[in-house]
């Protein structure tokens, strides 16, 4: 029996894909990036999820069932010694290559952990930049770390070879824990590397200046370190260790869990029914997600972040990350921890990551699926009786946690009792810093420690949201609220105000209004509400985030079209699943992104439609940040409105929790 | 020993205070409405603090002790009939009554229970009422219930009398249960109670058109509930009953829970140390927060709250509450229950209140505090190492819950392992509904069942926050991130961006901008953080959320001047506590409110300030809000910046948790 559509590929799938594409080449080298599921033409998706859907239980529609294909990103190195960046799909029954591309040289690959180990060794090699370090005389015990990351954009005029940047620190080794935070050790250095020569190319000196200094000129002393102080996370090197009256919380499900998990995607919970695959560029992503026999989303999947940095000086404008087109999200994920990472049942989903040999390995525990209780849902007390009903909201969680060097994001989809869809991130980790002289202060981030500058920078995220509110059919409007001015005719007691709807018929982008209450429907202009007599929708407020602060026309922000709108409406196309385009890495200018897709201006009135929204986070460092930040959490709701026919979470029992206990129960004498 | 000066008065010494006020009078007849702590003046306190602080733990400061003082709101009714408000100040240890106000007409007390118990009996009463009644031909077994409300602003020119409102509906008594939803029957009249004279002295006829039709025409048949559904929520009276596959989530805390309290007021966690206490108007409120040993807040409150109501149509625009103001958030909160409110290890706080006659009894579990996990707080993947260290966000819960007839809201402050300060607001109950006409729509709201419409309204809130930053002399700045032209000086690369500060010198009102990233900075500008050289802050970021949508000029608006700015910053002076003024009820004009705090142009920098923030929900209704709407969830976020010298959680240990358990453990055979 084929797997589901949706599902993952397994390890053999993706050893046969591997097959294929080795077959097609001799005496070339073939380095392997991906090899991922290509999800299913969505035409061919909605036959078989129609019949899927009306089918028995268990029973498979077989017949409609559409090829499994695997996408595979893969370099061809030939005697030229330059590779050439291909991809390819793989129909995995047939075990033939059904499509070939090989990729402009105007793009970059996203890059892979194996180009990441490449700078490090050229790092080591490099006659050049082991002499830079020796200049800065580290202290005794102190070793270099370098710490590789993307080029970021290409200058104008820049010769568009494929580069790397290594950032650099000092790690305190005199402890002989390889866990002591080197990020308290900034180096005014950073290496270039030309990928394809696999070679240090070029040394950026960084300035160490503060507020009044120049933008390039050195300041720093030789012990460039000296006023550094060290900043422990890991328990064992706190000086003054963890606090010890933290007393367990412990979530205990006596029954298991609510949930049901079958073929490792399929989820069933709370009349919640929706499919969970994974894959390198975008992580978890939910498919076909229905609630009580009625279909809401086609797909939904974090699409994008970038991550601009606001220091003027070269070469921090090209620190601008595109966390999920250059690396790739799903590559970056944690391998979580019973326990740690989420408490109570837990199950978790395994991926597959290929080596540049292509052969297939399990990546454990990439995503989680558990269940919390998020407070009261709902309650009403008649005060007439005094008979409360008091229900909890319960909410089910798929989360997967992605490091990109010194960062960490915790990505969560929860779905909830009340009907509700809520994306959330959490920012965490270790900001970014650079090294500051003593005693300066800077205008481009804050000083957070001793000799560490983090410098002011934004998140900003995209996600994408394949909408199917009780069908395909779809179209958006956004609703406000309006002062009336007061009128003997409309508004004789200055009372009224006035809800003014305006649909989005094109592909556009639109901003939140906050000022105005502006919410945005996806409706089914074909299905109304029987109490109502409006059309069933889900809606939701954008968040009205500080979009992009770098100057219009600046690389940073042409690489970044996607963030000019908090909202993008587009028409659904195959393959159009990334906000900032295919191939971020090293770009200067978003191509294919979903501004290009909104260019198209698409009639989307009653269409299969698409929404994107861009929301994010200002990140003006504090000293709280460091070294390890406290998560900011931001989040995303997206909520049914007239789409059912009451509060869906009115049948949700109102039982008493047992094993809720007064504190004068369990308290010793002295706590209470 | 005298009880701590914040602690909420006992029933004793409520009783002393009663006793006080009765000896004053003879002949007349004397009705309480509260009885409360008045809390000693700030000088006297900061002193007493000062010394509690600096002394043994447990050796309290008797000799700076300041009075034990009661509030006490009554009215006196002579011969005449026509009941004066009083408010009086007793010493509770002299036994005296050190301050007395006769309350002029032109204000109205806020309101008790008992009135509405009058405003019932006179309904009984009215003849014109009763055939009002019979003329809807209510169907069998259905019976009149009426709600009462506050009469809401006097329109300008009405005779300033004390009025009382009904709001009219039938319940289904042909089950036998006096919880059956009589919500979803609303009957289109509005009886009128001269709270004085005790008699119906008008009844409000309501429109039940929908668009198109007149405003005041009646336009319903006499059987006006025919096309009304039934609308339940209690369990047992659900059709289909509950649903059934939702198993338990337990929250224990083996080891007990990691806060201690003590003298019933005092709460110490996590080097969190805080006093709470309860009164009939605001509820709970926290005094003196400190964490680890530093000041950060000498007062925390939720103020006040607006429910403006959006229909045009008369007496609709009378539909306004102000629940803290008119009738007493802690006058209406629920007794909490075990393993309902809230799950783990809960203490709960008790209240006393008064009836009419003054005499004191426990008001019981009025307050609960507890522990809860909320997901991960930092993580850091060393990806060389794959070393994890993941801490859990832990936070302290002091929550609330009121009841305003159909409504609820749940209130929290919540204290965190980062430092971290939330004011959590969760809206629930059931939206207030008119009847309208079959097969009808409405601009003024929503049809979410049968013949009902939830009419579009406001919540507004207004929080108090009185600082005390690392002492009582603070300033506050706004802190804006802007885009700069690329420009060869300061901007070449196009990627800076700056950030402004703007000081708030005078006391004043301001908006949010999040397109500016605008965050508020609460400074000690006499303490400096010893790496970034900033003062030590707590910051938050006002939410854009929609200001009041009543016309200006109008009663609704100008009774809510609070509602005109997301943040306001005042001077301190003694008894400023509520956003919209003392007495709201009936009121045609905020006065003494925040807006006219603000007016007074007071110097602020250096100074003891209070910060206030406004923000709400424009709540226009979706079926999915009925029968009783899921939890609209509201968050303010206070936060260090600064004011630490790292993230104060660094040192949360990262234990795993022992609890959790993988669902394939736990599962049986068909679940996974």
Not at 653 to 665: C, D, G, I, R, Y
Request: aromatic fraction near 10%; charge should be negative.
């Amino acid at each position: 029996m084929r797997p589901h559509p949706f599902k993952t590929l397994s390890v053999d799938e993706t050893r046969v894909a591997r097959d294929v594409i080795l077959s097609q080449y001799q005496d070339v080298v073939v380095d392997f990036r991906e090899i991922f599921l290509q999800e299913p033409e969505k035409e061919l998706m909605k036959q078989y999820l129609e019949l899927e859907h009306s089918s028995q239980p268990g029973r498979s529609p077989q017949s409609k069932q559409p090829p499994r294909l695997a996408k595979c990103q893969y370099d061809v190195i030939g005697s030229s010694r330059i590779p050439e960046y291909h991809e390819a799909i793989v129909d995995i029954e047939s075990k033939r290559r059904v499509k070939h591309d090989i990729i402009s040289k105007e793009y970059h690959a996203s890059l892979t952990l194996w180009e990441f180990e490449t700078l490090v060794q050229a790092c080591k090699e490099s006659e050049e930049f082991q002499s830079a370090i020796k200049e800065l005389e580290l202290p005794e015990g102190f070793e270099l770390v370098v710490e590789p990351w993307p080029y970021g954009g290409l200058d104008i005029g820049a010769e568009n070879k494929r580069y790397f940047q290594g950032l650099c620190f000092a790690q305190d080794m005199k402890n002989g824990n390889a866990d002591s935070n080197f990020y308290a050790y900034p180096l005014p250095l950073i290496p270039v590397m030309d990928a394809h020569l696999k070679k240090i190319v070029r040394i950026d000196r960084l300035a160490t200046g503060g507020k009044g200094d120049s933008m390039s000129g050195k300041t720093h002393s030789a012990r460039v370190l000296d006023h550094c102080e060290s900043a422990e996370y890991v328990p064992e090197l706190l000086p003054e260790g963890t606090r010890q009256d933290m007393k367990p919380i412990n979530i205990t499900q006596p029954a298991g869990p609510s949930f049901k998990v079958t073929d490792e995607s399929l989820v069933e919970w709370q009349k919640w029914r929706f499919r969970v695959s994974f894959n390198p560029r975008e992580g978890a992503v939910l498919h076909d997600v229905h609630y009580d026999g009625r279909s809401i989303l086609y797909r939904l999947s974090v699409s994008e972040m970038t991550v601009p940095y606001g220091d003027a000086r070269a070469p921090f404008h090209r620190k601008q990350a595109f966390d999920f087109g250059d690396g790739g999200a799903g590559n970056c994920a944690n391998n979580l921890s019973l326990g740690c990472d989420c408490l109570g049942v837990i199950k978790y989903f395994d991926a597959v990551v290929v080596g540049s040999d292509g052969e297939p390995r399990h990546h454990p525990n990439v995503v989680c699926l558990h269940e919390q209780d998020n407070g009261i849902g709902w309650k009403h007390t008649n005060w007439r009786t005094g008979r409360a009903v008091v229900t909890r909201l319960r909410e089910l969680v798929v989360q997967f946690i992605i490091t990109l060097a010194n960062y960490e994001y915790v990505f969560a989809f929860k779905l909830d009792t009340a009907g509700g869809i809520t994306v959330e991130v959490r920012a965490t980790g270790i900001v970014s810093v650079v090294n500051i002289d003593p005693g300066k202060t800077s205008e481009y981030g804050n000083v957070v420690s001793g000799g560490v500058l983090a410098q002011n920078h934004q998140h900003i995220f995209a996600t994408r949201l394949d909408p199917a509110i009780d069908g395909h059919k779809n179209s958006m409007l956004y609703e406000e609220s309006h002062t009336v001015a007061q009128n003997p005719e409309t508004n004789p007691n200055g009372n009224f105000y006035e809800i003014r709807k305006t649909p989005i018929t094109h592909s556009s982008g639109h901003d939140a209004a906050p000022h105005h209450n502006r919410v945005f429907k996806i409706i089914n202009q074909n299905k109304k509400n029987r109490f109502s007599g409006n059309p069933v929708a889900y809606k939701f407020t954008p968040p009205a985030t500080q979009k992009l602060l770098a100057a219009p026309g600046s690389i940073q922000s042409n690489r970044a079209l996607f963030t000019q709108h908090h909202v993008w409406v587009t028409k659904y196309q195959e393959d159009e699943l990334y906000a900032a385009g295919h191939y971020t890495l090293q770009s200067q200018q978003e191509k294919g992104g979903v501004a290009d897709m909104a260019k198209r201006n698409d009639e989307v009135t009653n269409e299969d439609l698409v929404l994107w929204n861009v929301f994010g986070l200002t990140h003006n460092p504090r000293v709280e940040d460091w070294p390890v930040m406290p998560c900011e959490i931001f989040q995303l709701h997206f909520r049914p409105s007239d789409f059912f026919d009451r509060n869906p979470a009115i049948d949700v029992p109102s039982t008493k929790n047992q094993a809720s206990v007064l504190a004068e129960k369990c308290c010793t004498k002295e706590n209470l």
